[in-house]
């Protein structure tokens, strides 16, 4: 029996372990919930996170310098290739969500400099206003890379103010250069869209068709701006998406936002009559975005109904497909855009970040969506960052064969269990298993030599009956705590206590979007399978303890 124990301390990445990381270890139930509920002082021993959680690495180093530069040693300091994020931070700071950690943008310092042919763009604020400011970094996905800003560093000595008055009006940017990597990371990512697509007559993207991205949240941020502009509306989120897009949209639809959260029948069945409701008043949708399947509820809705009602209302069809990942679904014929965090499992070394859209030739709004992207797209993908993901993506297929079986045998398994007596385990949360599979079946991609089975990806969600089982499986299970899907080893995450219980009201409503507190969200790794059910039984055995001692009589 092997029993799997992160093999790194605490804050540190797993082997092979470099400034680039984007894995941590974080072990602990009450480290998370604690972290969930403003306790930061852990982080002070962090050395690699998940870098849209701050600059992190090279990238707070990067600000560290530019702060000292310009004269303001000590400060705080985001910084970015973007003009846009001086307007949206400051917006962001003084809005009510930031609650009583809310600020002045007076607070706020802007400034502007060029580093080895590189505008930059400095946000500078005082350390206390941290809090106001760390959503304004992770939200948008804009902010540097860590090799960018090792680059940056390596030239700083290049550094030169550039002045300006107003932030509301900063200098022209730069942006950066793109290499061959992403001329060739493009035609990969279209490659991948087309291949084994249940019917090729509906599959028509080309490689001019694919835009990339610093991060999925980047993707997320500019698509939904720009269809905004296109077609002024409601924004919809529908089903339980991760949560960075939830909180995005929530703050950032002038026209009104609006959440359906389960994706089920009756599901759409609300939003449908809801749609119908706004035709009559003369209002539009301006899109709708759903993940396939959700994160973390793992739940697949009815994309050809979706599709049809976007159809008749008019609205863009946004679908991410970053759980299932386009080696195993063929979405596009369904959606107007497919939206994809390219960091995950396409990536699969947990090392770098990046994002992918990819616009679908036959969508009805095609035409004026192709035209806006070729117009507003800059380059904001780092050649350093796209070099990474062209070499990590060139095994995609092998990793997702071995992905799905991973995943699949650990969800089996722990869904074996319930029923059983001593079994503290409820419910699996996988496509597989749960009452909407066909729904995700019509989607899988057909047979082929390099992915004989497409498969159901590489996330499950596991419900305990209580928090006080689900707790002790999180303490004693040796897979990695922390943030991240799609990576090289095992990760766990008690990512809906941590994203959705601090607030009473938002804990019970999503308890009804099948998202529970008790439960616990598992990536697959490529560990050996044996190992990987080894360690979970191990987990079980602490669970199951904890349950014995809570039932009267050690009877169930």
Same mark, same amino acid.
């Given at each position: 029996?092997?029993?799997?124990?992160?093999?790194?301390?605490?804050?540190?990445?797993?082997?092979?372990?470099?400034?680039?990381?984007?894995?941590?270890?974080?072990?602990?139930?009450?480290?998370?919930?604690?972290?969930?509920?403003?306790?930061?002082?852990?982080?002070?021993?962090?050395?690699?996170?998940?870098?849209?959680?701050?600059?992190?690495?090279?990238?707070?180093?990067?600000?560290?310098?530019?702060?000292?530069?310009?004269?303001?040693?000590?400060?705080?300091?985001?910084?970015?290739? *973007?003009?846009?994020?001086?307007?949206?931070?400051?917006?962001?700071?003084?809005?009510?969500?930031?609650?009583?950690?809310?600020?002045?943008?007076?607070?706020?310092?802007?400034?502007?400099?060029?580093?080895?042919?590189?505008?930059?763009?400095?946000?500078?604020?005082?350390?206390?206003?941290?809090?106001?400011?760390?959503?304004?970094?992770?939200?948008?996905?804009?902010?540097?890379?860590?090799?960018?800003?090792?680059?940056?560093?390596? *030239?700083?000595?290049?550094?030169?103010?550039?002045?300006?008055?107003?932030?509301?009006?900063?200098?022209?940017?730069?942006?950066?250069?793109?290499?061959?990597?992403?001329?060739?990371?493009?035609?990969?990512?279209?490659?991948?869209?087309?291949?084994?697509?249940?019917?090729?007559?509906?599959?028509?993207?080309?490689?001019?068709?694919?835009?990339?991205?610093?991060?999925?949240?980047?993707?997320?941020?500019?698509?939904?701006?720009?269809?905004?502009?296109?077609?002024?509306?409601?924004?919809?989120?529908?089903?339980?998406?991760?949560?960075?897009?939830?909180?995005?949209?929530?703050?950032?639809?002038?026209?009104?936002?609006?959440?359906?959260?389960?994706?089920?029948?009756?599901?759409?069945?609300?939003?449908?009559?809801?749609?119908?409701?706004?035709?009559?008043?003369?209002?539009?949708?301006?899109?709708?975005?759903?993940?396939?399947?959700?994160?973390?509820?793992?739940?697949?809705?009815?994309?050809?109904?979706?599709?049809?009602?976007?159809?008749?209302?008019?609205?863009?069809?946004?679908?991410?497909?970053?759980?299932?990942?386009?080696?195993?679904?063929?979405?596009?014929?369904?959606?107007?855009?497919?939206?994809?965090?390219?960091?995950?499992?396409? *990536?699969?070394?947990?090392?770098?970040?990046?994002?992918?859209?990819?616009?679908?030739?036959?969508?009805?709004?095609?035409?004026?969506?192709?035209?806006?992207?070729?117009?507003?797209? *800059?380059?904001?993908?780092?050649?350093?960052?796209?070099?990474?993901?062209?070499?990590?993506?060139?095994?995609?297929?092998?990793?997702?064969?071995?992905?799905?079986?991973?995943?699949?045998?650990?969800?089996?398994?722990?869904?074996?269990?319930?029923?059983?007596?001593?079994?503290?385990?409820?419910?699996?949360?996988?496509?597989?298993?749960?009452?909407?599979?066909?729904?995700?079946?019509?989607?899988?991609?057909?047979?082929?030599?390099?992915?004989?089975?497409?498969?159901?990806?590489?996330?499950?969600?596991?419900?305990?009956?209580?928090?006080?089982?689900?707790?002790?499986?999180?303490?004693?299970?040796?897979?990695?705590?922390?943030?991240?899907?799609?990576?090289?080893?095992?990760?766990?995450?008690?990512?809906?206590?941590?994203?959705?219980?601090?607030?009473?009201?938002?804990?019970?409503?999503?308890?009804?979007?099948?998202?529970?507190?008790?439960?616990?969200?598992?990536?697959?790794?490529?560990?050996?399978?044996?190992?990987?059910?080894?360690?979970?039984?191990?987990?079980?055995?602490?669970?199951?303890?904890?349950?014995?001692?809570?039932?009267?009589?050690?009877?169930?």
């Amino acid at each position: 029996m092997v029993v799997l124990k992160p093999q790194s301390d605490f804050g540190n990445a797993p082997p092979p372990q470099t400034p680039y990381s984007i894995i941590s270890n974080l072990p602990g139930w009450d480290l998370l919930r604690n972290f969930r509920d403003g306790d930061m002082s852990p982080m002070a021993r962090v050395v690699n996170i998940y870098p849209r959680f701050g600059p992190t690495q090279f990238a707070g180093k990067l600000g560290q310098e530019v702060a000292k530069k310009l004269g303001y040693e000590g400060k705080g300091c985001m910084v970015y290739l *973007n003009p846009i994020m001086f307007p949206y931070t400051a917006g962001h700071v003084r809005n009510s969500h930031r609650d009583e950690a809310a600020i002045d943008p007076e607070k706020l310092t802007f400034k502007c400099v060029d580093v080895a042919g590189h505008r930059v763009y400095a946000v500078i604020f005082e350390p206390q206003h941290t809090k106001a400011l760390m959503l304004s970094w992770g939200n948008p996905g804009l902010g540097l890379s860590i090799r960018m800003a090792e680059h940056l560093l390596s *030239n700083i000595d290049s550094l030169v103010e550039v002045p300006f008055d107003d932030y509301k009006n900063p200098p022209k940017p730069t942006f950066t250069p793109a290499g061959p990597a992403h001329q060739l990371l493009r035609e990969r990512v279209n490659k991948f869209i087309h291949r084994a697509s249940v019917d090729p007559e509906l599959v028509k993207s080309k490689p001019d068709d694919v835009y990339l991205y610093p991060s999925g949240m980047a993707g997320i941020y500019h698509t939904t701006n720009l269809i905004q502009q296109y077609r002024p509306g409601t924004n919809i989120v529908l089903g339980v998406v991760f949560h960075n897009t939830q909180h995005h949209l929530v703050e950032e639809s002038p026209n009104g936002f609006k959440h359906f959260g389960k994706v089920d029948k009756q599901g759409l069945d609300d939003m449908e009559a809801w749609f119908e409701g706004e035709t009559k008043e003369g209002r539009k949708v301006s899109f709708v975005i759903v993940e396939f399947p959700g994160n973390p509820t793992l739940e697949s809705t009815d994309l050809p109904r979706l599709k049809k009602l976007s159809e008749k209302h008019g609205f863009v069809l946004i679908v991410d497909d970053t759980i299932a990942g386009f080696a195993n679904v063929d979405v596009l014929a369904h959606s107007d855009i497919v939206l994809t965090s390219l960091t995950k499992s396409f *990536n699969g070394r947990a090392d770098v970040l990046g994002g992918s859209i990819v616009l679908n030739p036959l969508s009805p709004h095609y035409g004026e969506l192709s035209r806006r992207y070729a117009e507003t797209h *800059n380059n904001e993908l780092f050649a350093g960052d796209a070099e990474v993901i062209l070499a990590n993506s060139h095994d995609f297929l092998q990793r997702t064969r071995r992905l799905n079986r991973n995943a699949e045998a650990m969800a089996t398994f722990l869904h074996s269990t319930i029923g059983r007596d001593d079994s503290p385990v409820v419910r699996v949360q996988y496509p597989s298993l749960l009452a909407d599979k066909s729904n995700y079946d019509r989607f899988l991609r057909r047979s082929t030599v390099e992915l004989p089975n497409p498969g159901y990806g590489c996330l499950f969600n596991v419900e305990f009956e209580s928090v006080a089982t689900a707790r002790a499986f999180y303490d004693r299970c040796g897979f990695y705590s922390s943030p991240h899907l799609g990576g090289h080893v095992t990760i766990m995450l008690a990512y809906n206590m941590m994203m959705f219980g601090k607030k009473a009201e938002e804990k019970e409503e999503y308890r009804g979007y099948n998202a529970l507190e008790e439960s616990i969200r598992i990536s697959a790794g490529l560990e050996d399978v044996e190992d990987l059910i080894d360690t979970l039984k191990d987990a079980l055995d602490a669970a199951i303890e904890v349950k014995r001692k809570a039932t009267p009589n050690g009877t169930s």
